[in-house]
């Protein structure tokens, strides 16, 4: 009986170490951090710009056509990886996705200081914190042309 206790009791602890690592691996996949601060940290260590997304994650529809035909693209976070360390300041309205307090007055705080006015709003920095250029809103586009004007900030 203790050696079908000890097995049940094994394989409930490989199963929740798979599903956080799966988590972990997602998060570290797409590489978006939630603090700014720390992003120029980073930034300035790799020699990289901020891009920053203010992003209503689970209610604004822009916000989620730029994450499926920009962001999570191989083209994307192949530029990003390369060239951006990302942060991403989310404002979720469900119950199942709030955030945080801490987290909450963080972003709203950012969004007041930087006068964020509508969802999705992109600003990129360079890695001292001068603000180079920000869009709003998503006029629909394919990838390898907000890579193009992502770039162009870039130079």
């Known amino acids: 009986m203790n050696k079908i206790k000890f097995l049940i009791f094994s394989l409930v602890v490989i199963f929740l170490a798979s599903c956080n690592n799966d988590k972990a691996e997602t998060e570290s996949e797409h590489g978006w951090i939630t603090n700014l601060e720390d992003g ?4 300035k260590e790799n020699s990289k710009h ?4 203010f992003t209503g994650s689970d209610w604004c529809p822009p916000c989620k056509k730029l994450h499926h035909d920009i962001l999570e693209t191989e083209e994307f976070e192949k530029f990003a990886k390369d060239n951006l360390v990302l942060v991403m300041l989310d404002f979720p309205r469900k ?14 705080n950012l969004s007041r200081k930087y006068h964020v006015r509508g969802f999705p709003t992109v600003v990129i920095f360079d890695a001292k914190g001068k603000e180079l250029n920000r ?3 998503y006029p629909p586009s394919d990838v390898q042309t907000m890579i193009g004007k992502y770039s162009e900030v870039l130079k």
């Open 40 to 43: 120029f940290k980073i930034a």
């Open 50 to 53: 901020v891009f920053v997304l």
């Open 95 to 108: 119950k199942q996705n709030q955030l945080s307090p801490e987290q909450k007055k963080y972003n709203q």
């Open 135 to 137: 869009w709003v809103g």
